[in-house]
């Protein structure tokens, strides 16, 4: 059974930095690629990042270019989120994910989420 | 910035018919992709591929595309379907991901 289990949520100032991990099990990890997605409180879902399986290829959405880094350390099945030069546009509940549509078997795992909140 | 455009609310009988549609221009190169969201829970992928259905996702659930135009239907609507559905595809690059707005689905 395959589990993502987010960690390092929590409340941060703006401007400060934060770091989100995302453990895997039950998943071919290192086969996956892997990718962020995040709600605001009443809003709709945002997608943030993504990260090929190998990390070689990383893509994010223009609101957080620059200031956000994806990774994955393939030896730790985990995926990290760095986030940084918060602001309160950040807040809300971050979540990681691994879909995977091309080839057999089809995935599309999600974790519960972590929550962020950036208040002063 | 690329968009696609859902709309924000539908409201349905139960047994009825809903119908969900999400424009925009890179849907008629790329995939769409559909999510149910219900607060608290993380999302699940309904539909993929514009009209291919995960197992385990009941029949009533059908996607569709047409130009720069995909669709989901919910056929026999219960009222365990009311959520917030979510359109997905790619960015006119083809890599990036892009959602939609969101539509929330009420069961009257």
């Known amino acids: 059974q395959v589990q993502l289990v987010e960690s390092g949520g929590g409340v941060v100032q703006p401007g400060r930095s934060l770091r989100l991990s995302c453990a895997a099990s039950?998943?071919?990890?290192?086969?996956?690629?892997m990718h962020w997605v995040r709600q605001a409180p009443g809003k709709g879902l945002e997608w943030v990042a993504i990260?090929?399986?190998?990390?070689?290829?990383?893509l994010y959405a223009e609101s957080v270019k620059g200031r956000f880094t994806i990774s994955r350390d393939n030896s730790k099945d985990t995926v990290f989120l760095q986030m940084s030069s918060l602001t309160v546009e950040d807040t809300g509940v971050y979540y990681c994910?691994?879909?995977?549509?091309?080839?057999?078997?089809?995935?599309?795992?999600w974790g519960q989420g972590t929550l962020v909140r950036v208040s002063s | 910035s690329y968009e696609l455009t859902q709309p924000t609310s539908v409201s349905v009988s139960p047994g009825q018919t809903a119908i969900i549609t999400c424009s925009g221009d890179a849907l008629s190169k790329t995939f769409g992709y559909w999510y149910q969201k219900k607060p608290g829970q993380a999302p699940l992928l309904i539909i993929y591929k514009d009209n291919e259905r995960p197992s385990g996702i009941p029949e009533r659930f059908s996607g569709s595309s047409s130009g720069t135009t995909v669709t989901l239907t919910i056929s026999g609507v219960q009222a365990e379907d009311e959520a917030d559905y979510y359109c997905q595809s790619a960015d006119t690059s083809g890599r990036a991901w892009v959602f939609a707005g969101g539509t929330k689905v009420t069961v009257l």
């Open positions: 994910g691994s879909r995977r549509v091309a080839e057999s078997p089809i995935w599309d795992h």
């Open positions: 039950g998943l071919t990890f290192n086969n996956a690629a």
């Open positions: 990260i090929s399986y190998d990390g070689g290829v990383k």
